[in-house]
């Protein structure tokens, strides 16, 4: 039979489970959420824990309180970090207060367990106290913000680990396609020759920018307002520890943390996520168009562009046998489009913040560390399951090139502009290649003509 603790919060009583180390507030909270059915993420809850470490460790530099409740308070947040407690955070990712029911949590938690450290029984608040003790010069108002930033600061960082792989493995396409030559298209149509190994090239060119952009994202969000507590104006912190504390959190973190210039504007104000978010939106979008291409390049396979292979990966069709669908790059498309309305979610909730704070930041991190989440993972598979099989049908490419009417193009320089739209409309017209048009016309010999596309195809290299 559960055994039960009453507690009390400004709404009440309720009976809190004995043995649980969370409180009347997080229970009361996992009530009234019931949204997501998902915790808050791991990277949160890790950087919710070493925000308080840090707090209590400048207020015992303050002289707030003393060494034994920061002693307790710090031990707790490293015990959750090394994987204990963590059946105790209970309130969903999505949830009003601007983050008050995540921020409790962590207090509670904490509180409980530095009550047991120091001797005494969950729930005995006189020994450490989860507002007055564990959120002891901090308002929900510069923790919430501030966790969720660190928190993607860490996802950015494994994220990119994943891009750089990805870059890599174009990187290897590029050189084992690099002799191999492909009819270039604009707007759908044959337009000039082209290596496939510099499409691949151009693939991890646009990875590698991105991870140029994550890295900004990543110091974008380096700048927090702890010590701003409720508005900005750090009501209620002690004046030694809101001038240390963004030191102890780099000190706990290992990040290089910087305390914000103006802490009513940081309080306020959600540009920064919308920026990030934007970034990490870039990104997808430029996957997904990169899927697109290689859907096109190995579309057939005998009645399309059939240019590359993607390796099979499961049956295509429950009732054509023997279809293989390009299921990874679908997938990835499919990620895109959840980051895309990830990013709307985002802007949409940070232009509705009002006045000195945006209540929005629990739904606006939630939509970030999923976009984060998915990309990473997305883009793992995508790797390990498709680029780094892609194989290319070499000799139809070369058809394709002595097929097409776009070769037309490279004899501009030496027989004009409006012959050479002559004789394309002839090898159209009359479904030749323009290789056979202009032998025929006379326009140049078999041996100048060959000399001449050795050259176009060594340029396009």
């Known amino acids: 039979m559960t055994m039960f603790r009453e507690e009390r919060d400004s709404i009440g009583a309720m009976n809190v489970p004995v043995d649980a180390y969370y409180g009347v507030q997080s229970l009361r909270a996992k009530e009234n959420f019931k949204i997501t059915g998902q915790m808050m993420h791991a990277e949160l809850i890790k950087a919710l824990m070493e925000l308080k470490i840090a707090s209590a460790q400048a207020n015992a530099d303050a002289g707030v309180f003393g060494e034994d409740i920061k002693d307790a308070i710090v031990q707790a947040g490293y015990e959750v970090l090394d994987g204990k407690f963590w059946d105790n955070f209970i309130v969903d990712a999505i949830q009003g207060g601007a983050g008050t029911s995540a921020n409790m949590n962590a207090n509670e938690v904490l509180a409980n367990r530095a009550i047991e450290i120091l001797g005494g029984a969950k729930g005995d608040y006189s020994i450490v ?22 928190a993607i600061i ?27 030559i ?3 298209r604009t707007e759908m149509q ?30 974008t969000l ?29 000190k706990v973190t290992g990040l290089d943390m910087k305390q914000a210039g103006d802490l ?18 870039s990104c997808a979008v430029s996957l997904s168009k990169i899927s697109n291409d290689l859907r096109l390049m190995s579309s057939g396979p005998r009645c399309g562009f059939g240019e590359i292979n993607l390796p099979p990966r499961q049956n295509g069709s429950s009732i054509m046998p023997g279809k293989v669908n390009p299921v990874m790059p679908e997938m990835l498309s499919q990620v895109a489009y959840r980051v895309i309305g990830n990013d709307l979610t985002v802007t949409a909730s940070a232009e509705g913040g009002q006045l000195e704070l945006n209540a929005f930041e629990p739904v606006m991190f939630h939509s970030i560390f999923e976009s984060l989440d998915i990309l990473r993972n997305g883009v793992s598979c995508f790797i390990d399951y498709c680029v780094s099989g892609i194989t290319a049908n070499e000799e139809h ?13 490279a004899l501009c320089p030496y027989i004009g502009y409006t012959e050479s739209s002559k004789i394309a409309k002839i090898a159209a017209k ?11 016309q006379g326009i140049m010999t078999q041996e100048k003509l060959d000399e001449l596309l050795e050259q176009v195809i060594a340029d396009a290299q």
Not at 430 to 440: A, L, Q
């Open 397 to 409: 490419c070369k058809q394709s090139v002595y097929n097409s009417i776009g070769i037309v193009t």
């Open 190 to 219: 044959d337009a000039v020759p082209i290596s496939l190994g510099r499409s691949f090239g151009a693939f991890a060119s646009a990875v590698r920018r991105d991870i140029k952009r994550f890295a900004t994202a990543a110091e």
């Open 222 to 250: 380096s700048t927090i307002n702890m010590g701003g507590t409720a508005i900005g104006t750090g009501i209620n912190a002690d004046k030694q520890y809101i001038k240390k504390i963004a030191d102890y959190v780099s």
């Open 154 to 180: 860490r996802l950015l960082a494994k994220a990119v680990t994943e891009l750089e792989r990805l870059a890599a493995a174009f990187d290897d396409c590029a050189d084992r396609f690099k002799t191999v």
């Open 430 to 440: 009359e479904n030749k290649r323009v290789y056979d048009v202009i032998i025929e």
């Open 129 to 150: 106290h989860p507002n007055d003790h564990v959120n002891c010069g901090q308002s929900t108002n510069d923790v919430y913000p501030s966790a969720g930033r660190i």
């Open 264 to 281: 009513v504007d940081a309080t306020q104000n959600a540009d920064e996520l919308v920026y990030v978010s934007g970034i990490i939106k």
């Open 182 to 184: 492909t009819m270039g």
